[in-house]
């Protein structure tokens, strides 16, 4: 039962323009959430993160938006760039005591058209 | 300051045969961490270590052993690899704030035949 799901496998967005990403997840229990990209041929990279305490993120072209009413989270990225092309995953983290695991969702495939 | 390294990037072994992918990291960090990655599947957890002398299983242990050696090396071991262990595999670590970011390394892509 996936706690973490990114229900679209791909994206495609026209250069300059911007990207929503999305993902849902079921526990409300998780204490942070965390978006990473990941190129092939190389491992994800750290994003951006958002507290369960909080709506809003921002960090330069990157914002993430929480609703945890909803348990919903989105990635804006504006204006998105032909770099930004690539596999953008949502992370949730369970803090059972000194354990920080984080509960990936399956993956995003983005693509910016120049 | 070269983040989180794993050896080989590559391995391609027979079914029955054991192999140990290496991972070290120089940020300091206490806890490490294996995942697997199959397409399809996204990210799933082998074995973590939440510090030094710890370690547990995550979601897929099966198969698969780990050594926490000192604070920056952690080792994953498949002591008789079968082609279902076909993947690309990742280590990360993470330092110890409440955010609990995790860095990862390149990846070490397993081929068993």
């Known amino acids: 039962d996936q706690q973490v799901k990114q229900n679209s496998p791909s994206l495609s967005v026209q250069e300059g323009r911007i990207s929503i990403l999305n993902c849902d997840y079921t526990n409300s229990m998780f204490d942070y959430f965390l978006w990473y990209k990941k190129y092939p041929a190389e491992g994800p990279t750290f994003l951006i993160s958002?507290?369960?305490i909080k709506d809003k993120n921002e960090d330069g072209r990157f914002t993430v938006f929480l609703n945890k009413s909803a348990k919903h989270l989105s990635l804006h990225i504006v204006p998105s760039q032909p770099g930004d092309s690539a596999v953008y995953f949502c992370a949730a983290r369970t803090n059972a005591g000194n354990n920080r695991k984080l509960i990936w969702g399956l993956g995003t495939s983005l693509a910016v058209n120049p | 300051n070269a983040g989180v390294t794993q050896t080989p990037k590559f391995q391609v072994l027979k079914t029955g045969q054991s192999m140990t992918l290496q991972c070290a990291q120089d940020?300091?960090?206490?806890?490490m961490y294996w995942y697997r990655q199959d397409p399809g599947m996204g990210l799933r957890l082998i074995y973590y270590?939440?510090?030094?002398?710890?370690?547990d299983k995550g979601e897929v242990p099966n198969g698969y052993n780990v050594s926490r050696l000192n604070k920056r090396e952690f080792s994953l071991r498949l002591e008789s690899a079968a082609p279902s262990q076909t993947s690309v595999y990742f280590c990360?670590?993470?330092?110890?704030?409440?955010?609990?970011?995790?860095?990862f390394g390149p990846g070490t892509r397993l081929l068993v035949l």
């Open positions: 270590s939440a510090s030094e002398g710890t370690t």
């Open positions: 940020m300091n960090h206490n806890s």
């Open positions: 990360a670590s993470s330092e110890s704030r409440p955010s609990g970011t995790q860095y």
């Open positions: 958002i507290s369960s």
